[in-house]
């Protein structure tokens, strides 16, 4: 596994505020990579906090999406603001990606909106 620390390949302890001051750093250069975020999952799983390692391992399938599909994902999911059918959408377009995880997430939000009426109703 690559320990990259940004998804430019940029290792964290080289970044300085000298460098964001003088705009000399990218995006991808403070953008963290998923390797990085593997690796906190792993050290998560390994101090028994399961929880927060399935955190950071859907945070790291969301690195290959692009910003503004991550912010319509995280408004859709905002209670009655979708359909039943629209987050259905969503979990497909997940899965396609390849982020199985946070299709799961999506799919078993949808379940507990219906149930408890926070679905959007057209």
Request: hydrophobic fraction near 50%.
């Amino acid at each position: 596994m690559s320990r990259r620390n940004a998804w430019s390949g940029m290792n964290a302890a080289d970044i300085t505020i000298d460098q964001v001051r003088a705009g000399a750093l990218q995006l991808d250069d403070v953008r963290i990579h998923p390797d990085t975020l593997i690796a906190q999952a792993d050290v998560a799983a390994e101090y028994g906090n399961q929880q927060l390692a399935e955190n950071f391992l859907r945070a790291a399938e969301l690195t290959a999406l692009p910003d503004e599909q991550v912010m319509a994902i995280y408004e859709a999911l905002r209670p009655h603001r979708s359909t039943a059918q629209e987050l259905a959408t969503i979990v497909n377009a997940l899965k396609a990606a390849g982020a199985q995880r946070n299709a799961a997430l999506v799919a078993e939000a949808a379940q507990i909106y219906a149930q408890r009426g926070l679905l959007r109703q057209d």
